[in-house]
């Protein structure tokens, strides 16, 4: 399973990666509003930043809903680094969008996925990796894990080569339950990542074979 990292924030990217266990970072213009990034410049220099950072896939996401500005800008991010993955939204230009970007080799992230034909219909026109966001589906009551499960097992049945990026993972049970179902791929906060070091039981056995070491060795 690969763990990407879901922010625009350099330190979180710079603490994901240091831990070692990173595969990749997702962004969308929402988080990079939150880290103050705007302006067509600025954006593209926070890209190639993040790209400095890591050594591992980069999302970033195209803002143009129509074929020729998705092709346009998605032309430009994928030129900024090798790293860049474009990431595209499921509307209908953007299918087309992704079936002229796997046609010229340029990886694409297909996103805001909810229902199980949308996965269908990405995986046919050929995206690399596709994003159900599942905290979002959770929020309106129905189950994104649910959604999880469906889009694994049908492109088990066709061998599509599509992977499942399970996004809006919001904590550590999202991630282990995608992991238990079989994604290719959680986009996290990095608190989620973290959240997984913990055990009470690890606190409390590190701490007596420390005092245990401490009272033999004085
Ligand atoms: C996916 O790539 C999105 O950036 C993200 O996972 C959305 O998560 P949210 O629902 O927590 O905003």
Redesign the pocket.
């Known amino acids: 399973m690969k763990f990407f990292i ?1 922010t625009a924030n350099l330190n979180e990217i710079k603490e994901a990666y240091d831990l070692g266990v990173l595969d990749g970072v ?3 213009p ?2 990079m509003a939150k880290e103050g990034i705007s302006g067509d410049e600025n954006v593209i220099n926070h890209y190639k930043a993040i790209c400095d950072i890591v050594d591992a896939n980069v ?1 970033a996401e195209v803002i143009a809903t129509d074929f020729e500005g998705i092709i346009k800008e998605g032309k430009e991010l994928a030129k900024l680094d090798d790293k860049i993955v474009v ?1 595209v939204p499921m509307i209908k230009d953007g299918i087309k969008a992704i079936k002229y970007f796997s046609s010229e080799g340029i990886r694409t ?1 297909c ?1 805001l996925v909810f229902s199980p034909g949308q996965a269908i219909l990405a995986a046919k026109a050929g995206a690399s990796y596709l ?1 159900p ?1 599942i ?2 589906l959770d929020d309106i009551s129905f189950d994104g894990l649910d959604l999880i499960a469906q889009i694994v097992h049908i492109y088990q049945n066709y061998g599509f080569e599509t992977e499942v990026l399970a ?4 904590h550590t049970m999202h991630l282990v339950k995608c992991a238990e179902l079989g994604a290719d791929v959680v ?1 996290c906060p990095l608190k989620v990542i973290t959240g997984l070091l913990n055990h009470p039981l690890t606190d409390k056995g590190l701490a007596q074979f420390l005092a245990d070491h401490a009272k033999a060795n004085k």
Not at 167 to 170: C, D, H
């Open positions: 879901d997702t962004t969308n929402s988080l999302s990431k992230n996103t994003s966001f905290g979002r996004a809006s993972v919001r986009t």
